[in-house]
């Protein structure tokens, strides 16, 4: 199985910042970070506008830098999000 590097739920890329999530077992997940998903379930349950929206509001207030942010505003859109594993069907 290729390695996920980016969280299948919110798109965050998954490194030291934003480490991996748990399984129930307590493995580390390789599909999504410890924002969305602890002890083999989702934190949040929320819909697809409500997350894009929390997660949106997120990463803006996190310690990424101008040009960080600069590309973030313009790629982290609905449609980036709709290919995620979590919000695909
Ligand atoms: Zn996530």
């Known amino acids: 199985m290729a390695k996920v590097t980016q969280c299948q739920s919110c798109g965050m ?3 030291k910042k934003t480490p991996a ?3 129930s077992d307590g493995t580390l ?5 410890h924002h969305c998903y602890q002890n083999g379930a989702f934190t949040m349950h929320l819909d697809f506008d409500a997350m ?3 997660n949106l509001k997120r990463f803006q207030a996190s310690d990424m830098n101008k040009i960080q942010k600069f590309f973030l505003n313009k790629m ?3 449609k980036f999000m709709a290919k995620l594993d979590r919000w695909r069907n």
């Open 13 to 15: 890329p998954l490194d």
């Open 21 to 23: 999530g748990t399984e």
């Open 29 to 33: 997940s390789e599909k999504y970070c």
């Open 52 to 54: 894009y929206e929390y």
């Open 76 to 78: 982290y859109t609905k």
